[in-house]
């Protein structure tokens, strides 16, 4: 007869210690075995419970909302809840960029362009663009994933259809200021770089009441400079005209009337020009232009807006 233990009677074989994973095993069927005394109805009613704290989510809006934590304030939201806003006033340049243009008397101010990578963004502008049909991209826009939600999935625009439109550097050095622009550091700037006095420059920030430039002004007081001006007047008007069109362009914010200062730094030394990367800056500002516009409040949309409707 072979030995007994309390467990009962064992085999011959030497006794083997149940292994973490078997132990495991049986408590988790220790903690499944009551169910099956559960009364139906309760079990049913526990489920649904269960089933509602699960799905609930924002209203015509995402189930789970561990990703898209910001869609109560998304202007989707407030469409499904019945309230509704006009179409988005839009941010265009398009035809102000033909105000100025460099003909054969500028021709040095226009190499200088070219050779910055720049010089695509002068022909390829939209004069008009379409409220309705840009409204109803920020409606399907989501600031988390950065790309409009569709019925058929997700699409977002990227630097290689930056790099096929524009034209433009997508790589290179990044564009990236550490902080804000004191007004007193963009008059600073507009005299050193743009040959302005410091009058001409406090007052024209003044006017913006911002470390900003109207776009008005840079075509006032730059573009009667030809090729038969001095080489310190072509150098200060390559860099207003830059300034200019970038404000027009890549950069257009909702003011509809300026351009930021800050950005004439880059045009410091204007062999440099060419080794940032332009389309990646214009991309993340669009990036966020587009997620600003989302907001059911917000009545604007800024950014290059070419990338949109070409």
């Not at 007869?1 to 149940?18: D, F, I, K, L, V």
């Not at 075995?33 to 209203?59: I, K, N, W, Y």
């Not at 019945?82 to 941010?91: I, T």
């Not at 075509?219 to 970038?246: G, K, W």
Request: some cysteine.
């Amino acid at each position: 007869m072979p030995p007994r233990t309390r467990g009962g009677y064992t085999s011959s074989a030497p006794r083997r210690r149940p292994t973490g994973s078997e132990r495991r095993r049986r408590v988790q069927l220790r903690e499944v075995e009551p169910a099956a005394d559960r009364d139906p109805v309760e079990h049913s009613q526990h489920d649904r419970d269960e089933t509602e704290e699960v799905f609930e989510g924002a209203l015509g809006g995402p189930i789970d909302r561990c990703i898209l934590r910001s869609f109560d304030k998304h202007i989707a939201a407030k469409i499904w809840l019945g309230e509704d806003r006009a179409p988005l006033k839009l941010v265009n340049h398009g035809a102000k960029l033909q105000l100025w243009e460099l003909g054969m008397e500028r021709s040095r101010i226009y190499e200088t362009v070219h050779r910055s990578g720049l010089a695509s963004l002068t022909s390829c502008n939209h004069r008009v663009a379409s409220r309705p049909t840009l409204s109803a991209f920020c409606e399907r826009w989501q600031p988390e994933t950065k790309s409009f939600h569709l019925p058929f999935g997700e699409m977002t625009i990227t630097l290689d259809d930056v790099a096929s439109i524009l034209h433009i550097p997508v790589t290179g050095s990044m564009i990236s200021f550490s902080q804000p622009l004191h007004v007193d550091d963009a008059n600073a700037l507009l005299v050193e770089l743009l040959g302005t006095t410091d009058v001409e420059a406090s007052r024209e920030t003044e006017q913006c009441r911002s470390p900003s430039v109207r776009l008005l002004w840079l075509r006032d007081h730059f573009s009667i400079i030809t090729d038969a001006s001095s080489d310190d007047d072509i150098v200060f008007a390559t860099r207003a005209f830059l300034l200019h069109l970038v404000g027009c362009t890549l950069f257009a914010d909702k003011s509809a009337t300026s351009v930021a200062v800050v950005y004439l730094e880059l045009y410091r030394d204007l062999s440099m020009v060419g080794s940032y990367a332009w389309g990646a800056a214009c991309l993340a500002y669009l990036y966020r232009q587009l997620s600003i516009a989302t907001r059911f409040e917000v009545r604007q949309l800024g950014g290059y807006l070419t990338l949109l409707q070409r």
